[in-house]
């Protein structure tokens, strides 16, 4: 077992000597249907491009993809929602 240290872009504390658990694909996908309809009430949409190393990448696209607060959506409303729920996220970076 490999002892990581991961400090995510939010600036929480790193994780020290433990191993991340791996994102579960189905968790995380249910979560961003819980986020979506929030998002498509504006007239944007997110779409997941991948996953690697506990870090969710996103594309917004409609409204969100050119909208100048989507960085903060992201880190302030998604980021949190996604840690929150799905074990094994570290941190979440968009498009």
Same mark, same amino acid.
């Given at each position: 077992?490999?002892? /990581?240290?991961?400090?995510?872009?939010? *600036?929480? &504390? &790193? !994780?020290e000597g433990k191993e991340l658990p791996e994102v579960d694909r189905e968790?995380? %996908?249910?979560?961003? %249907?819980? !986020?979506?309809? &929030? /998002?498509?009430?504006? @007239?944007? +949409? /997110?779409?997941?491009? @991948?996953? %690697? +190393? @506990?870090? =969710?990448?996103? %594309?917004m696209v409609g409204a969100c993809g050119g909208c100048p607060l989507s /960085?903060?959506? =992201?880190?302030?409303?998604?980021?949190? !929602?996604?840690? +929150?729920? =799905?074990? *094994?996220? $570290?941190? $979440?970076?968009?498009?």
């Amino acid at each position: 077992m490999q002892d /990581l240290t991961i400090a995510t872009s939010s *600036g929480d &504390a &790193a !994780i020290e000597g433990k191993e991340l658990p791996e994102v579960d694909r189905e968790v995380l %996908e249910a979560t961003l %249907e819980y !986020i979506r309809p &929030a /998002l498509q009430a504006d @007239g944007g +949409d /997110l779409v997941l491009t @991948g996953v %690697e +190393d @506990g870090v =969710v990448s996103l %594309e917004m696209v409609g409204a969100c993809g050119g909208c100048p607060l989507s /960085l903060m959506t =992201v880190k302030a409303g998604i980021e949190r !929602i996604l840690k +929150d729920r =799905v074990p *094994g996220v $570290v941190a $979440v970076d968009a498009s």
